[in-house]
Structure formats: C-alpha cells, structure tokens
C-alpha cells in the first residue's frame, strides 16, 4: 500500500493559481495512475485528473481541462497538480489517490487516498 502526503493548498482569489502537491513513500510497483479527485461540503468527491506514473499520459475532468495541469517527478515520487484561473466553484478538499488500473475517474478504483488538503477561492 502506498502512502500519499498531500500538500500546496490555501487560500486564493478567484482568478489565482495553486500548486498541489503529493508525495508518496513505499509506492507499489503496481501503482499505474495517479489521480486528483476534489470534494465539496455536501458533495461528493469527484474526479479532477489522472497521469499514468510510467507513462505521463494525461486526462481531466471537463470542468478543468485546460485550467488545471496534472505532472509528476518519479525521480521525487511526486504528481503535482498546477491548478490556474481558479474560481469559486474549485473550492474543495483535494485529494490524490493511486489505483493499479488505467483511465480511471471512479474513486472505487483508487485504492491508496492522502489525507487530503484545502484549497478555498474567495470571489
């Protein structure tokens, strides 16, 4: 089981940028994606983007794509995700997770979660 540390969030005006980070220790060789997923108060915890580990392929959520930008460093056993134009609306707790599948949007097939960290945009 791989442990992942969450961390970069805080407070920004709307339009702002973030850097997220997450860190993993005693990472699984199995681990093949690495994924963001968000959740609001009262809401569930969604998909945000995905990277596979070995091969750097990229995917998001509509609700993203092209504001947020999901990378990774093996070298430092971390994926960041640079989160730009941010709004109101991303205003979340943001979690990374690992799961050994590919592709993948559904938290069911994450199996390794971080604690988590808050990102809060002010309007």
């Known amino acids: 089981q791989v442990q992942l540390v969450e961390s970069g969030g805080g407070l920004v005006q709307d339009g702002g940028s973030l850097r997220l980070s997450c860190a993993g220790s005693?990472?699984?060789?199995?681990?093949?994606?690495v994924g963001w997923f968000r959740q609001a108060p009262g809401k569930d915890r969604d998909f945000v983007a995905g990277?596979?580990?070995?091969?750097?392929?990229?995917y998001y959520s509509d609700s993203v794509k092209g504001r947020f930008t999901i990378s990774r460093d093996n070298a430092k056993n971390t994926v960041y995700l640079q989160m730009n134009t941010l709004k109101p609306e991303d205003t979340a707790v943001y979690y990374c997770?690992?799961?050994?599948?590919?592709?993948?949007?559904?938290?069911?097939?994450?199996?390794?979660w971080g604690q988590g960290t808050q990102v809060t945009v002010s309007s």
């Open positions: 005693g990472r699984a060789a199995s681990t093949y994606t």
């Open positions: 997770a690992a799961s050994t599948r590919a592709t993948s949007t559904t938290s069911d097939d994450f199996n390794s």
């Open positions: 990277i596979s580990w070995w091969g750097g392929d990229t």
